[in-house]
């Protein structure tokens, strides 16, 4: 379930940058359609009803009004985060709790993170990422918006040096094919959200290799790539793997586009319905009657990877 939340937040996160003051909403349905992880998951869902129920289409709706998000996440949580007040809340409706951590709190919880990753790598570790989008020139029609088709893939090559033998390079890919509409009125409030909680944090919820002592030129890499990238990915099929090559990096260009082979997890997003009408002040904050518990930041940074 973990790594099926990963390639969502992903897939959402990949479309965020740039400060808005209006309001918006969207919904969206995601479905594991293949991978190694869904062939695990399948075998494990006939043993086990929770697992078979993971299998099957994860809803999510996030709301955005100035400098606040609510996410409602797929395992029932809510997450609210404050970009003015600069804190975090999670909650537990079923429960009726919440914790909160400062973003001081997370900024050293990620500092060990990022220490620890690199202690467990090893000193002699380069990382070298990459981005690469490419628009095309089909379109079709989602919910009455023309939409255009972009192709994207990231790597993340990982390279080890070995003092008792040859160099070891671990590339880690996503791809994503997505129908991107520029017509969507307020979808800019979501992504100039996550550009300015990027700047205060370097670092966005279930992060894409949020554990890796190399984030940071990734995160780098893809403010730079998607400050070019306008519109609201309606529909985005995606995947998400890794593998290991000996000593040559290859000189050949990043294949571009989702593909299942060799992959951890492939998914397709859908958003289900938007809105910009305006959201009530009681979406982002913690409802009456509800107990605060304590949990620390790094479990907080680590809940969704």
Known sequence: MKAKTLLFWVVCLLWSTANGHADFRYSESAKVTGGMMASMMKVMGAFSEGVGQANGPMQSSTYVKGNRLRKEEPTDKVEIIDLDKQWVILMDPASRTYSMVTFDEMRTALRQAHETARQNAGANVTTIPKVEIRPMAATKTILNHTTREVKIRTNMEMQSEDPQGKA??????????????????????????????????DWLPGQMFSSAGGVSPVMEE?????????????????????????GQISSQPARVGPSNSGSFLDMTIEVTSFSDSLLNENLFQVPAGYTRVEQSARDMVGRTR
């Open 222 to 246: 893809f403010r730079k790539s998607m400050a070019r990238m306008k519109g609201f990915p309606l529909v985005q099929s995606s995947s998400f793997g890794a593998s290991e090559r000996g």
């Open 168 to 201: 070891q390079t671990t590339l880690f890919w996503f791809t994503s094919d997505a129908w991107v509409a520029s017509t969507v009125k307020g979808y800019d409030e979501v992504r100039n959200f996550y550009e300015e909680m990027s700047h205060h944090l």
